[in-house]
């Protein structure tokens, strides 16, 4: 996160890095050659805008969305939320207020309240449901020019619009087909201490920011010591956290080889799943506003793979219990979308085209080629070779998806 805040200090103003947004809102699902975030989604609109809260307060506004599902993510330095704004919140239309942990101001006429953080430094994330016809793209703009966030000093009382279509593009920084890589090992001691700084000890945690910045006094002290350190945090990368990227070394196993996590957004001094979350999907909202389930395996334990075709069949009335609404997006072995022909990376609620089965059930093929004519419209694309993954997002889950009373079906291998 704080990397992030450092870069993103350096874009002089609102523009769009190739898909992605920095610091506007989109107009349409984000792209796939989006690459600041892995595990995009197309089942909403996103937004994006980083927060500098020993800056300045932030203004954020919440237009009229009227019957359409929407939340906006609001995550500290730990990426914990300290805010609820969202249709699962009743929150109404107005202007919010997000203040650091120090700030002391007044409160202007007009604001309908006020979240603090414990950090300084943050991310505001909205997302907006949008289904996959044309008429819904257009229908969902007028909301989209009302979300916006601005310093406090910019604040008068007055919804603000931007026409989001109008903001620069430059194209997308690296040409990799990974995630930018945000965390750097031989910086890593570098910025440790300035994270630590913004994100003070949580209860039990002084002592333990004691011996760590200990370690790192003395690195800056002996050059053998910093030697040592950029080894072995070069290690830790490559053994501890590029594992997490696979879902399967995480998280909590639920039948089928499925994984979910219960704490998203409220990680605390759980550092092995915060660690786990930021490598493999980073930005995931708290279980009241979306569930997720993890994949990487079919029903046998083998791992997915394009070689393969696959079914995920769900019973009659068993799709996920939802307020909101649920998708299945597949990610290749970057967690990133893998470009097909009918620009298909995601199946569920959206998709007004879905055909169920004699019996009420539905299923999914997920596979390289196209199935036969009459399973196109359940078709989810897989790469035709490699590695890939499986995820489902519940939005504003009922109570039988977050106790664990549901869980996903499993993936089968065809054939």
């Given at each position: 996160?704080?990397?992030r ?5 350096k874009?002089?103003?609102?523009l ?5 947004p920095?610091?506007?809102?989109l107009t349409?699902y984000?792209?796939?050659?989006e690459?600041?975030v892995a595990?995009p989604?197309?089942?909403v609109?996103?937004g994006a805008?980083f ?6 307060p ?6 009229d ?5 929407w939340?906006y993510q ?5 990426t ?9 919140y ?6 919010y ?11 202007p ?5 006020v979240?603090?953080a414990?950090?300084?430094t943050?991310n505001?994330i909205p ?6 016809t044309?008429e819904d ?9 009302g979300?916006?966030?601005?310093p406090?000093s910019?604040?008068?009382g ?5 026409d989001w279509?109008?903001?620069k593009?430059v194209p997308a920084?690296g040409d990799?087909s ?11 001691i570098d910025e440790?201490?300035?994270a630590l ?19 790192v ?8 010591i910093?030697?040592?350190v950029d080894e072995a945090?070069a290690?830790?990368d490559e053994?501890?956290?590029?594992p997490?990227?696979?879902?399967r070394n995480?998280?909590?196993?639920l039948?089928?080889?499925?994984t979910?996590?219960?704490?998203n957004?409220?990680?605390?001094t759980?550092y092995?799943?915060r660690?786990a979350?930021a490598k493999?999907n980073i930005?995931?909202?708290?279980p009241s506003e979306t569930?997720?389930f993890?994949q990487?395996?079919?029903?046998t334990?083998?791992r997915?793979n394009g070689?393969?075709?696959y079914t995920?069949?769900?019973?009659k009335?068993?799709?996920p219990?939802v307020n909101?609404f649920?998708s299945?997006?597949?990610y ?5 979308f ?9 199946v569920g609620t959206?998709?007004?085209?879905l055909?169920?089965n004699?019996?009420g059930?539905?299923?999914i093929y997920?596979q390289p080629e196209?199935?036969r004519?009459?399973h196109r419209?359940?078709?989810l694309?897989a ?9 489902i997002?519940?939005?504003w889950p009922?109570p039988?998806v977050v106790?664990g009373?549901?869980?996903p079906p ?6």
């Amino acid at each position: 996160m704080y990397s992030r805040r450092l870069s993103y200090s350096k874009v002089p103003e609102r523009l769009y890095s190739g898909a992605a947004p920095m610091a506007p809102m989109l107009t349409d699902y984000v792209e796939p050659d989006e690459r600041l975030v892995a595990c995009p989604n197309q089942d909403v609109v996103y937004g994006a805008g980083f927060l500098a809260l020993d800056t300045s307060p932030v203004v954020i506004q919440v237009p009229d969305f009227k019957d359409r599902f929407w939340v906006y993510q609001v995550v500290d330095l730990r990426t914990d939320s300290f805010a609820q704004l969202g249709k699962m919140y009743g929150t109404q239309p107005g202007f919010y207020l997000l203040v650091g942990p120090n700030w002391r101001g007044e409160v202007p006429k007009g604001i309908t309240k006020v979240f603090r953080a414990s950090t300084n430094t943050g991310n505001v994330i909205p997302r907006v449901f949008q289904d996959d016809t044309a008429e819904d793209k257009a229908a969902v703009q007028e909301a989209l020019k009302g979300i916006t966030l601005y310093p406090l000093s910019e604040y008068d009382g007055t919804m603000k619009t931007v026409d989001w279509n109008t903001v620069k593009k430059v194209p997308a920084s690296g040409d990799g087909s990974a995630e930018t890589q945000w965390v750097v090992p031989e910086k890593f001691i570098d910025e440790l201490p300035l994270a630590l700084a913004d994100a003070p000890p949580l209860p039990g945690e002084e002592s333990r920011y004691a011996q760590v910045l200990a370690v790192v006094a003395a690195a800056k002290a002996d050059p053998a010591i910093r030697k040592a350190v950029d080894e072995a945090a070069a290690e830790a990368d490559e053994k501890l956290v590029k594992p997490l990227f696979q879902f399967r070394n995480y998280g909590l196993p639920l039948a089928h080889n499925w994984t979910t996590t219960a704490n998203n957004a409220a990680f605390g001094t759980d550092y092995f799943t915060r660690t786990a979350v930021a490598k493999s999907n980073i930005f995931v909202n708290a279980p009241s506003e979306t569930k997720y389930f993890y994949q990487d395996l079919d029903q046998t334990g083998a791992r997915l793979n394009g070689k393969n075709s696959y079914t995920v069949t769900f019973a009659k009335g068993q799709t996920p219990d939802v307020n909101g609404f649920w998708s299945l997006t597949l990610y290749n072995e970057h967690h990133f979308f893998e470009p097909n022909d009918v620009k298909r990376y995601s199946v569920g609620t959206k998709n007004k085209s879905l055909k169920y089965n004699a019996d009420g059930s539905l299923t999914i093929y997920v596979q390289p080629e196209p199935p036969r004519e009459d399973h196109r419209d359940n078709w989810l694309p897989a790469p035709k070779d490699g590695d890939f993954s499986l995820y489902i997002r519940a939005y504003w889950p009922k109570p039988a998806v977050v106790d664990g009373t549901w869980t996903p079906p499993a993936v089968e291998r065809a054939g």
